[in-house]
């Protein structure tokens, strides 16, 4: 059974300050994937990243960074330059190709609060 | 482009009701998924729909339901409401569903009382 786990269930930080959020996953599929979303007080779920498993490359999007480790089973989340506007809950989750249709399996979410 | 849409906002209700919750995706999206969150559990997904057909079931009793509509619109129902059933319920559309993204809308929050 797949799970994501996101060890940090709270952060704060001092603006412009980076921060990184870990994510451990566990799976038996060898294809699946991974992805980010952050959840503002207005409670939508706003897509960050979709990375598939046989593209282990880092990805850079402005101040955002992710980190795929296979070896680790890791996938983790770096802001650079925090800004309070980054004020949210991140959540990693994981899809699995062999699961019929989309099914998120998500972490338990790290409350991020950056001050100002 | 507009986002996914989900009626009601808010809702409170009484333990015993039953209460159905509307969700439009995103225009072209045929997958319609459902989630639960609340602080025990987090977020916790509830079915899926692709083409008026449910394609992917999770691990709630079967006073959850749902349905999809030939214009893609889904709507979940929950019959005889407990107290645990209060939640945030998040719909996700995406077009096939199939690894691809998803995206959320703003979510309907449900308090039996």
């Known amino acids: 059974a797949q799970k994501v786990t996101q060890a940090q269930t709270e952060i704060s930080v001092v603006e412009k300050e980076d921060v990184t959020l870990d994510c451990v996953y566990e799976?038996?599929?060898?294809?699946?994937?991974l992805f980010w979303y952050k959840q503002p007080p207005s409670g939508e779920l706003v897509f960050l990243i979709r990375?598939?498993?046989?593209?282990?490359q880092n990805e850079i999007s402005g101040r955002y960074s992710w980190n795929f480790q296979k070896s680790t089973s890791s996938f983790n989340f770096t802001i650079t330059a925090s800004q309070v506007v980054d004020s949210a809950v991140y959540f990693c989750?994981?899809?699995?190709?062999?699961?019929?249709?989309?099914?998120?399996?998500f972490g338990e979410g790290t409350q991020l609060t950056v001050n100002p | 482009k507009a986002g996914v849409t989900q009626t009601p906002r808010y809702l409170i209700k009484t333990r015993g009701q039953q209460v159905t919750l509307s969700c439009s995706p995103i225009?072209?999206?045929?997958?319609v998924s459902w989630y639960q969150q609340t602080p025990g559990q987090g977020l916790q997904f509830l079915f899926e729909?692709?083409?008026?057909?449910?394609?992917n079931k999770g691990n709630f009793p079967g006073r959850f339901s749902g349905r999809q509509f030939s214009n893609s619109r889904s709507e979940m129902n929950v019959s005889t409401l407990e107290l645990g059933d209060s939640a945030l319920y998040l719909c996700a559309s995406s077009f096939s569903g199939r690894l691809a993204e998803a995206f959320f809308g703003q979510g309907t929050r449900l308090t039996v009382v």
């Open positions: 225009s072209g999206h045929r997958s």
């Open positions: 989750a994981l899809s699995e190709a062999g699961t019929s249709g989309s099914r998120l399996t």
């Open positions: 990375r598939n498993s046989f593209d282990e």
């Open positions: 729909y692709f083409s008026e057909t449910q394609r």
């Open positions: 799976t038996r599929d060898t294809t699946y994937y």
